[in-house]
């Protein structure tokens, strides 16, 4: 019965960092399909501009996820590290979506704006997994 709260508990502290990785990998590739503005002095940017960004911040995404994962495994995890994981996330989600929209220019139009309001709201799922580690402690 205790390993099945346990469980639960861990899988409370776990879901909300891979769920913020995951739609913040989705809305990395919807912004690849965002349109590009050119400048009137140097050409447009390749359709691909936007890749390396989103590899980068995705990836980087990565380890603040395994610190959360690998906190959840330990007996009583090191809170300030899961917090620290979880902003960290949700700074990764903001900067990385701002950094690729610059990196091919663009304009702001309602796919742009929806794809902030999502990885924005990417915070109230850290809250949840923080809220999930206020629980475990």
Not at 55 to 68: D, K, N, R
Not at 85 to 107: K, M, Q, R
Request: net charge positive; with cysteine.
């Amino acid at each position: 019965m205790t390993s099945n709260i346990r469980l639960k508990n861990r899988l409370e502290l776990i879901l909300p960092g891979v769920a913020t990785v995951v739609v913040t990998w989705l809305v990395f590739r919807m912004a690849q399909g965002l349109p590009t503005m050119c400048n009137l002095v140097a050409p447009c940017p390749g359709r691909d501009v936007r890749v390396a960004p989103a590899l980068l911040f995705g990836g980087m995404m990565l380890a603040p996820l395994a610190a959360v994962i690998l906190m959840s495994v330990v007996r009583s995890p090191a809170g300030w590290l899961v917090s620290l994981s979880y902003v960290a996330l949700v700074l990764l989600a903001v900067v990385g979506y701002i950094v690729i929209s610059f990196s091919g220019g663009f304009g702001v139009d309602a796919a742009w704006l929806i794809g902030l309001l999502v990885t924005c709201a990417t915070a109230v799922l850290a809250y949840v997994g923080t809220v999930a580690l206020r629980r475990e402690t």
